[in-house]
């Protein structure tokens, strides 16, 4: 599959607009990793930090949930299933038979990764409601098979003894440190996920997500590029899941239950269907959210749920689509003012 930007083998007309687009994006991820560097100097809190770490980690499964949802059109209630199983494989490789971190945690996306393309080959030739079931029947499965199986998972009280992250003998042992390692996977997934939607899979993924059949029609082999997003978001859970595993040393398997897949579909809905800097702004703002409720305990659930029926309302395009609605009405309202200024439709100009 070729992903490289803008492959469609023309250089003008649609070329040039996916190149324009690319090069938008690109900036845009640049600006969100300057802000990322600078966040940690701004907060300066031990307890922000560890908030601000989460999101980054739930991000990296959003995009790539976004990937599969917004993009593909394909519904998956298991990624909370992936993230645990990736969690799961590097802990016990790395804290049981004392393999070095680097490999166990590349072990991790890997399995993660070929348990997704064997649950794919099958489930990915259903549709509809009857995928998201299908998806959701694996992710419980899991669940069930993470509390059950207690000589390896340590059961309903979790895994712990996990070592912290160490990367090619560079051991990364303070908060602000990991921070920035998640942070740079973060942006190493937007970059990849970016180059994907940019070229000709993703123009694959867009035409079988408006109609399979127009696309198949259309000589798409839509089996294969339906496989291949379903892997490679399995494969960004993975890796959000392996870095989580060493972030906080214990693992449980209530953090990997179905409210947690639900969590992240409502991450991606939310965030924006097809936006990438949405999902990334839905992980944030729904990681984020419970924290400022904590403050009113005995209403939290009910403040939780009002605030999400009301953005659902009033953001019908998610809160990307809410925010460039507003950046768009700024920009117009700076024109008209500055077209008053230079004498435009009030007739003061100087001349």
Not at 53 to 70: I, K, R, Y
Not at 336 to 344: C, K, M, Q, W
């Amino acid at each position: 599959m070729d992903v490289t930007p803008g492959s469609s083998g023309s250089k003008t007309g649609s070329g040039s607009s996916v190149d324009s687009g690319y090069g938008r994006d690109m900036r845009w991820l640049g600006g969100f990793l300057a802000l990322l560097l600078v966040a940690p100097l701004v907060i300066g809190n031990n307890y922000h930090l560890t908030v601000l770490t989460m999101c980054c980690l739930h991000a990296m499964v959003a995009v790539g949930l976004n990937l599969l949802v917004g993009h593909a059109g394909q519904i998956s209630l298991g990624h909370a299933g992936f993230y645990g199983l990736a969690a799961y494989t590097t802990a016990g490789l790395s804290a049981t038979l004392g393999l070095p971190v680097g490999a166990s945690m590349a072990a991790g996306v890997g399995v993660t990764s070929g348990v997704a393309a064997l649950i794919g080959l099958p489930a990915l030739k259903l549709r509809g409601h009857y995928l998201a079931m299908a998806t959701l029947g694996f992710g419980i499965i899991l669940s069930i098979l993470f509390n059950e199986t207690v000589g390896l998972t340590g059961g309903p009280s979790g895994f712990t003894g996990i070592p912290r992250l160490s990367l090619a003998g560079v051991e990364f042992t303070s908060d602000l440190s990991v921070f920035y390692l998640i942070a740079a996977c973060l942006g190493l997934v937007v970059w990849l996920s970016f180059n994907i939607l940019h070229s000709r899979v993703g123009r694959a993924l867009r035409a079988l997500h408006t109609s399979e059949k127009a696309a198949q029609a259309m000589g798409i082999d839509i089996a294969r590029y339906k496989l291949f997003i379903f892997v490679i978001s399995a494969a960004f859970a993975g890796l959000a899941g392996v870095l989580y595993a060493h972030y906080l040393t214990f693992i449980a398997p209530a953090s990997f239950g179905f409210l947690f897949s639900v969590q992240l579909i409502v991450m991606v809905v939310l965030g924006g269907m097809t936006s990438i800097p949405g999902s990334i702004v839905g992980a944030f703002f729904l990681t984020v959210l419970p924290e400022f409720l904590r403050a009113f305990e005995s209403i939290e659930i009910l403040l939780f749920g009002a605030i999400l029926v009301l953005c659902m309302m009033y953001l019908p395009d998610g809160l990307a689509g809410g925010f460039d609605r507003l950046w768009r009405l700024a920009w117009v309202r700076l024109g008209r003012t500055g077209a008053r200024s230079d004498g435009g439709p009030d007739g003061e100009g100087n001349g």
